[in-house]
């Protein structure tokens, strides 16, 4: 079997970032790296103490694999050979070398020679076939992309007569490559990886001008074009570009239109020049070089680099290795159900729970005494708080079921009201002949938690509120579930999941979980609701009263479980909120975001056990 990218440069995910001269600085090769894809940073002409200076940055910058882009043409050999001796001598094995077009075979036995990684991107089959003689990661790059164009092949074409040729070497596509559809379309062509320049060169760490990067996002293909136009810099290459009034007219006098700054230094910017407008750069950016391949069409938005790892990771084969970083063991993306899998299977023979004429609902219960009733938020269902219930039924009765026309609950043609929803469960607690339970919330469900509490009050001996989001908060909450619609609406289930996951789990998280906790709870996420279900749950989220009066009037006690990085509330918010309930309090879990359970199912569980002893001692 064929390595991945992923496995032969030791990544979470088999994505590569293009090492873009100017664009491509540490900030964007190091947040692309930390988030489990290879960064690469554009070493372009830097030389002496500037590279030394940019090596520094980038190594300092992250502590996993990266890469640093160089490129044989526009450098001549001589000048190639010492940049390739300052990268071998001054940075860690981690840090491999990329090289856009053909090095001399000198070159190559040189890294060879080092024990370091090598990338070399191409443009044709010749090339790509010596390339991989050498151990190199073959990048594939097709007419589609934008920049400096190797080849005359479109993208899969050349993938396919690689893979021909090449039935064992790790090839990687380049070109045209903007959602995770495009990414799976290259993967069967024969890929096993890809390598995204256009879609990072919007990323928020990318040092793209930016006027440059809004011509990125408001373009389609249509808007690009193949010239040889920005030749000064870099003659005798084709480069896709956005197409400018210097492409449409290319008899424009040379004169200087803009300058820049690189590496503390200054340089005037001749029109037709191959350099990139940068966060340094200044006048006529309108007129100089945009680089930009056919991925525009799918590209709308500027987000953080994590956010585009983490959206094509979904798709991209991981490492076949289990890897270990900051003294804990991970797996790879391809073995992420191992250790983020949630068992989201039902019990066999469990028997649905009447509540109303036609409506049965699904329920589990486990352990004995005191009970505590999980309510979902439209994007869990029961089998999903086993995880984060298991210690705290050791000690109390757990039950959790699903909402009416949600999980393996009764469906009906007409989605239940709020005041339906909280009936249901007065009724389900009849059956269970349980007199009263404290309620466990979080974000959306808080809400319901809230209107069993008033509709119910001597069903409930306490509430729980994870993430709350009924209070003052309640209308930005409501405005993020707008959006998380239109996302829904307009793509699919893993596009929204993208959207979501940095807004309700903690940076901490996102950081130490990498791309194997995303895919983890992707899986997990995909698995418990269809897009009607969502549609419908997110639509009722934004009906129901958001009057802070009415937490004045609920007696049970309240505790607010509030993650210090939760995007809705501040730990000074979330105590003005407890305030608001007579009988509240407010704890704040570190490194925690909008579901803290999530962040720490042990911590959360203390802080609930620890809350209910309290609170039974003035019962």
């Known amino acids: 079997m064929r390595a991945t990218a992923a496995g032969v440069l030791?990544?979470?995910?088999?994505?590569?970032?293009?090492?873009?001269?100017?664009?491509?600085?540490?900030?964007?090769?190091?947040?692309?790296?930390?988030?489990?894809?290879?960064?690469?940073?554009?070493?372009?002409?830097?030389?002496?103490?500037?590279?030394?200076?940019?090596?520094?940055?980038?190594?300092?910058?992250?502590?996993?694999?990266?890469?640093?882009?160089?490129?044989?043409?526009?450098?001549?050999?001589?000048?190639?050979?010492?940049?390739?001796?300052?990268?071998?001598?001054?940075?860690?094995?981690?840090?491999?070398?990329?090289?856009?077009?053909?090095?001399?075979?000198?070159?190559?036995?040189?890294?060879?020679?080092?024990?370091?990684?090598?990338?070399?991107?191409?443009?044709?089959?010749?090339?790509?076939?010596?390339?991989?003689?050498?151990?190199?990661?073959?990048?594939?790059?097709?007419t589609e992309a934008g920049g400096h164009l190797l080849g005359t092949s479109r993208r899969d074409a050349l993938?396919?007569?690689?893979?021909?040729?090449?039935?064992?070497?790790?090839?990687?596509?380049?070109?045209?490559i903007g959602s995770p559809e495009e990414a799976e379309r290259a993967l069967d062509a024969g890929a096993d990886g890809v390598l995204l320049g256009t879609a990072f060169v919007v990323a928020h760490e990318s040092r793209a001008h930016a006027r440059f990067k809004s011509a990125v996002t408001g373009a389609d293909e249509t808007d690009t074009v193949i010239t040889d136009v920005y030749e000064i810099g870099w003659p005798g290459r084709r480069h896709r570009v956005l197409a400018t009034t210097v492409t449409a007219d290319p008899q424009q006098p040379t004169k200087?239109?803009?300058?820049?700054?690189?590496?503390?230094?200054?340089?005037?910017?001749?029109?037709?020049?191959?350099?990139?407008?940068?966060?340094?750069?200044?006048?006529?950016?309108e007129e100089m070089a945009l680089y930009c391949g056919r991925s525009c069409g799918a590209i709308s938005d500027e987000v953080s680099a994590a956010d585009v790892v983490a959206a094509f990771a979904r798709v991209l084969p991981g490492a076949e290795v289990v890897k270990t970083r900051r003294g804990r063991t991970v797996m790879s993306a391809d073995a992420v159900q191992d250790d983020y899998y949630h068992d989201l299977s039902y019990r066999e023979g469990t028997a649905p729970v009447r509540t109303r004429e036609g409506v049965e609902l699904y329920c589990e219960s486990t352990g004995e005494g005191i009970a505590i009733t999980t309510l979902n938020n439209f994007f869990f269902t029961a089998p999903f708080w086993r995880d984060y219930t298991d210690e705290l039924a050791k000690h109390y009765r757990v039950v959790s079921y699903d909402l009416c026309n949600h999980g393996h609950s009764t469906r009906l043609e007409q989605e239940p009201t709020w005041e339906e929803h909280a009936a249901d469960l007065n009724a389900l607690l009849d059956a269970l002949e349980i007199d009263s339970t404290y309620l466990l919330a979080s974000s959306?469900?808080?809400?319901?938690?809230?209107?069993?509490?008033?509709?119910?009050?001597?069903?409930?001996?306490?509430?729980?509120?994870?993430?709350?989001?009924?209070?003052?908060?309640?209308?930005?909450?409501?405005?993020?579930?707008?959006?998380?619609?239109?996302?829904?609406n307009s793509h699919d289930i893993p596009v929204l999941f993208s959207h979501m996951y940095p807004e309700f789990v903690s940076t901490q998280m996102i950081e130490e979980y990498g791309t194997p906790g995303f895919l983890g709870l992707r899986e997990s996420f995909?698995?418990?609701?269809?897009?009607?279900?969502?549609?419908?749950?997110?639509?009722?989220?934004?009906?129901?009263?958001?009057?802070?009066?009415?937490?004045?009037?609920?007696?049970?006690?309240?505790?607010?479980?509030?993650?210090?990085?939760?995007?809705?509330?501040?730990?000074?918010?979330?105590?003005?909120?407890?305030?608001?309930?007579?009988?509240?309090?407010?704890?704040?879990?570190?490194?925690?975001?909008?579901?803290?359970?999530?962040?720490?199912?042990?911590?959360?569980?203390?802080?609930?056990?620890?809350?209910?002893?309290?609170?039974?001692?003035?019962?």
């Open 256 to 285: 200087f239109i803009g300058k820049t700054v690189v590496e503390g230094k200054p340089y005037l910017v001749p029109r037709f020049s191959a350099a990139v407008p940068t966060e340094a750069t200044s006048g006529r950016i």
């Open 159 to 176: 993938v396919a007569a690689l893979r021909d040729r090449l039935p064992d070497a790790c090839l990687v596509a380049s070109g045209g």
């Open 10 to 142: 030791g990544l979470e995910a088999s994505l590569l970032q293009s090492g873009m001269g100017g664009v491509a600085g540490t900030e964007l090769a190091c947040a692309v790296s930390n988030a489990g894809a290879a960064g690469c940073a554009g070493g372009y002409k830097l030389a002496g103490g500037a590279l030394s200076a940019m090596l520094d940055r980038l190594t300092a910058g992250t502590d996993r694999p990266v890469g640093v882009n160089l490129i044989p043409e526009v450098v001549g050999p001589v000048e190639l050979d010492r940049q390739v001796a300052q990268v071998l001598d001054e940075t860690p094995e981690r840090v491999h070398l990329s090289f856009f077009g053909m090095p001399d075979d000198a070159v190559l036995e040189r890294v060879a020679a080092a024990e370091r990684r090598l990338v070399v991107q191409i443009g044709t089959v010749e090339d790509g076939v010596h390339a991989a003689a050498r151990g190199a990661v073959v990048v594939a790059q097709g």
């Open 444 to 488: 959306a469900s808080t809400q319901l938690a809230r209107d069993v509490a008033l509709a119910y009050p001597d069903r409930v001996r306490g509430l729980v509120l994870a993430g709350p989001v009924v209070g003052p908060q309640m209308r930005r909450h409501r405005m993020l579930q707008r959006a998380w619609l239109r996302t829904l």
């Open 526 to 619: 995909l698995a418990m609701s269809t897009p009607e279900e969502l549609n419908n749950g997110l639509t009722l989220a934004q009906k129901g009263d958001s009057s802070t009066d009415l937490l004045t009037r609920i007696q049970a006690p309240t505790l607010i479980a509030l993650g210090d990085d939760d995007i809705l509330l501040g730990p000074t918010a979330g105590h003005e909120l407890a305030a608001l309930f007579p009988n509240g309090r407010c704890a704040i879990m570190p490194k925690a975001g909008h579901v803290p359970f999530l962040d720490d199912p042990v911590g959360f569980q203390e802080l609930v056990r620890k809350f209910i002893d309290e609170a039974e001692e003035h019962v």
